[in-house]
């Protein structure tokens, strides 16, 4: 019912009486809006009022008791005189209407600029996703318990101080009837806050600092004291309110109620595949192992790949053993004076063979193929049998043979190590 100017996009408007701004939205829906604002800034030499004007800004037309206490809240949050003051539109929100009232006639400048990617509202969006899929793990972090207690008790006090002071509740009925109250009151400050935000910084910013700072130091200390949750049903609990909080942030992060709508209700279906999807990958995990051959295939290796894998992993083993010693834990000093060579251990450890060229030539004249440690051990074999029973020498022959293989392997096995 006023005859107000209608505010588009890119306008700038200078004028030095009072007047009113309107700016009507636009209902058509586009998606490349959806995290875009309207930035309305008004700035002057002197001071002016900025008054937002509203169709329940006439507390006697308010229909409930909790209308008429939000009208007078918001009268006594009215924002004082000012030389410099801006808002922020959302693209799909209400039609936004304000008054500017200067004290002298000296013309001021309304400006209107779009901002096609607000980073607030992306943030806010990203948060959302993150916290709510993220709820269950972080309600059992102390350290993320600890900041949320400090966030609740500097953005809801009364809410902070009712769960603060529950053992003196005796009623659980009473208990959530003022819990349900100290929530819509904290909401409805946390709202006047949000649209009065420029000019509580601009005009009081000690007293918000001062308020922060004591009521997070206080909130931290009651947290402290209390210590982190212990219990599943507290766990549970404050897993659902992280991921309300989380809805609330997603709704509040895009301009298009019905996206935020959508990806709620793709956030909540995520959340429930998750059991069917388990279930399904639990009883394909049972029908596998059910019709699978529980017949054991062994596979025999043959003497050269038995060679290349002893090889391999010996080398493995010995860079493990090079890599243990150089950590700055080993007790190198204690392992040293039970050494007889400290000086080869030390060049093991720096990279030098493990074993001398001279104990390799060694061991090969003495183990190796044509060795007299295998003739001894056959002639010694034949002689044996030569003593026995003709009738089971055959037995014993290869009784023998094996006996030597047995005998030849061990003091390789063993130099090798």
């Known amino acids: 019912g006023r005859n107000c100017s ?23 829906i586009h998606l490349q809006y959806l995290w875009s604002t309207l930035q309305v800034k008004v700035n002057s030499r002197e001071k002016f009022r900025f008054e937002p004007i509203s169709e329940k800004s006439n507390c006697r037309n308010s229909e409930t008791v909790f209308e008429f206490a939000a009208c007078a809240v918001q009268i006594l949050w009215k924002p004082e005189t000012c030389t410099e003051t801006s808002m922020s539109i959302k693209q799909y929100g209400e039609d936004i209407c304000f008054k500017i009232q200067p004290f002298k006639t000296v013309p001021y400048t309304v400006r209107v600029k779009r901002e096609m990617l607000d980073g607030k509202l992306l943030f806010l969006f990203v948060a959302g996703i ?3 899929h993220f709820a269950n793990s972080l309600s059992r ?46 909401l409805y400050f946390i709202y006047c806050f949000k649209e009065n935000m420029h000019w509580l910084w601009s005009e009081h910013r000690n007293y918000l600092l001062g308020y922060f700072l004591a ?7 009651i947290c402290y004291q209390h210590g982190p949750l212990t219990t599943e049903l507290s766990i549970t609990l404050f897993t659902w309110t992280l991921q309300l909080t989380a809805f609330v942030l997603i709704y509040c992060g895009v301009t298009i109620p019905q996206v935020a709508y959508a990806v709620i209700a793709v956030s909540l279906c995520s959340k429930g595949l998750c059991y069917p999807l388990g279930a399904a990958c639990h009883i394909a ?18 003497e050269e790949e038995y060679r290349e894998q002893g090889e391999t992993e010996t080398v ?25 060579s400290p000086h080869r251990f030390a060049d093991f450890v720096l990279g030098f063979p493990h074993v001398s060229p001279a104990e390799a030539k060694a061991h090969d004249e003495e183990y190796g193929i044509g060795s007299s440690f295998l003739e001894e051990q056959l002639f010694e074999t034949r002689a044996r049998s030569e003593q026995d029973d003709p009738a089971s020498s055959i037995h014993e ?3 023998n043979d094996d006996e ?7 003091p390789y096995a063993t130099e090798l190590l």
């Open 6 to 28: 209608l505010l588009q996009e890119m306008d700038v408007i200078e004028k030095q009486d009072e007047n009113c701004y309107c700016y009507v939205q636009n209902r058509t």
């Open 130 to 132: 993150f916290l709510f």
């Open 141 to 186: 972090n102390t350290k993320f318990f600890y900041l949320s207690g400090i966030i609740l008790g500097v953005v809801a006090l009364l809410v902070f101080v009712l769960l603060t002071l529950k053992r003196f509740i005796p009623r659980h009925s009473t208990f959530w009837i003022l819990m349900s109250g100290c929530w819509m009151a904290s």
């Open 215 to 221: 009521v997070g130091i206080t909130s931290f200390a």
């Open 285 to 302: 995990r049972k029908m596998k192992t059910h019709f699978k051959s529980k017949k054991l295939v062994f596979k025999y290796l043959t």
């Open 316 to 340: 493995r083993a010995l860079e493990e053993l090079r890599s243990f010693c150089r950590n700055p834990d080993f007790p190198s000093w204690i392992a040293v004076s039970k050494l007889r």
């Open 397 to 399: 022959d290869e009784e």
């Open 404 to 410: 030597m293989h047995k005998q030849i392997s061990f």
